[in-house]
């Protein structure tokens, strides 16, 4: 089973900030936070991963709170083409288990 | 940037046969990956193979088996398809060490159907 919780759906409108929350209140010390996204039809896309600090690629950036038990993804200004279904994951001795995900829809 | 080629994106085949499914990176990783996805089942690992030559079972191995004979490629075999294989199948790979923190890197799928 997975070990996050994330919401179902999120909107977001064209320009603005996506903030995507996940839970994952069980995370061992050592066990690294991962994000992808799925857009219709297409593989997983890997987007960033962290331990406890916050990290900043070119896609997005990560913030995990200093408990560790939960993170976000910021997408700072959403696309229409940002419109995909995201995975917020913790690897399971070793393996990916991908839950439901969040599904974003970025709106004009 | 990473690339994982799968061979094909749709693929039709007859219940019984013996199914080929081809994958390739270019980042020389040391791990490659066969998973299913479903509906509501979410991804589901087949096979992963850590070296050359070498193959693990993963959560859901019967009816499929794999070969690595170079380290950029990772095939998947269906040994007789049966319906219930109908499915879409994605390829990952990455960098050495199952249990490392490097991220997995995944081709586009291929949407293979068992008539």
């Known amino acids: 089973d997975a070990k996050t919780t994330q919401p179902p759906s999120m909107d977001c409108a064209e320009g603005r900030a996506a903030n995507l929350p996940c839970n994952h209140s069980t995370i061992s010390g050592n066990e690294y936070v991962y994000w992808y996204r799925q857009i219709h039809s297409q593989g997983p896309q890997y987007i960033i991963h962290g331990l406890k600090n916050n990290e900043t690629n070119e896609m997005a950036s990560l913030i995990i709170t200093e408990d560790r038990k939960s993170s976000t993804l910021i997408l700072p200004h959403a696309t229409l083409r940002d419109t995909a279904v995201y995975y917020c994951i913790v690897r399971v001795a070793g393996k990916l288990i991908f839950g439901t995900g969040t599904r974003l829809q970025v709106f004009p | 940037d990473v690339k994982v080629t799968q061979s094909s994106r749709y693929l039709v085949k007859r219940t019984g046969e013996k199914v080929f499914l081809e994958c390739v990176q270019d980042m020389d990783h040391e791990n490659m990956f066969w998973y299913r996805q479903d509906p509501g089942l979410g991804l589901r690992l087949i096979y992963f193979?850590?070296?050359?030559?070498?193959?693990e079972k993963g959560d859901i191995p019967e009816g499929y088996s794999v070969s690595r004979e170079k380290k950029e490629r990772f095939s998947l075999i269906l040994e007789s398809a049966s319906t219930n294989q109908t499915s879409m199948y994605l390829c990952?790979?990455?960098?050495?060490?199952?249990?490392?923190?490097?991220?997995?890197?995944f081709g586009d799928g291929t949407r293979l159907s068992i008539l």
């Open positions: 193979s850590y070296d050359v030559k070498m193959k």
């Open positions: 990952a790979s990455s960098f050495a060490g199952f249990y490392s923190n490097q991220p997995q890197h």
